[in-house]
């Protein structure tokens, strides 16, 4: 990935539910730890995201090291970004980041809470004057896509697995 992406894990202590269930949702993520809160949007149709969250404090976290290919801990200083919860399709993934450099995802299945950001955050100005080519940037975003995609499909323990190098990558049958 370029070690354009820093990742957080929070534990939320529940999976997520259905849309329908906003509520449960919400009062699910009542329960961050202390620094951190989100908000579900009760009524989300049509919407962009499923709501937001906040830290106020710095998350510990990590990205992959483009020469070393081996997980680096990295800090995601006290910010804000859009919020999905269950399924979401990989291009909601990517709009997040180009837009707002991050983005908060609590998938079916998964007590984690991820949040997703662009190294540094100011990586999207500068990709917009061309530091570095929109076209890396672009084709980083559909391997990650992908990533994303496949993640779907293998489920979130084996991402977990994944993402510290406890399983090597294969695509999926098919």
């Not at 939320?12 to 906003?22: A, F, H, L, M």
């Not at 620094?35 to 990205?63: C, E, M, Y």
């Not at 007590?111 to 100011?122: D, E, F, N, S």
């Not at 084709?139 to 323990?157: C, H, Q, Y």
Request: with cysteine; glycine share 8%; hydrophobic share 40%.
């Amino acid at each position: 990935m370029a070690g354009l992406l820093t990742i957080a894990e929070v534990e939320v202590g529940t999976k997520p539910r259905r849309d329908i269930e906003r509520k449960a949702n919400e009062q699910a993520l009542d329960r961050l730890p202390t620094g951190l809160s989100a908000t579900v949007d009760a009524h989300q149709r049509g919407a962009n995201d499923d709501g937001s969250v906040r830290w106020k404090i710095p998350l510990n976290g990590h990205f992959n090291d483009p020469e070393t290919r081996e997980s680096q801990a990295d800090i995601i200083p006290p910010d804000w970004a859009p919020l999905e919860v269950g399924n979401t399709d990989a291009s909601s993934t990517c709009f997040h980041l180009a837009r707002f450099g991050a983005v908060a995802r609590w998938p079916y299945g998964d007590k984690t809470l991820t949040v997703i950001q662009t190294r540094p955050r100011v990586l999207i100005q500068r990709w917009r004057a061309g530091h570095p080519p929109i076209d890396e940037v672009m084709d980083d975003l559909v391997e990650f896509s992908n990533w994303i995609a496949t993640g779907r499909m293998l489920g979130p323990k084996m991402m977990q697995s994944m993402m510290r190098g406890e399983v090597g990558f294969a695509a999926p049958p098919g």
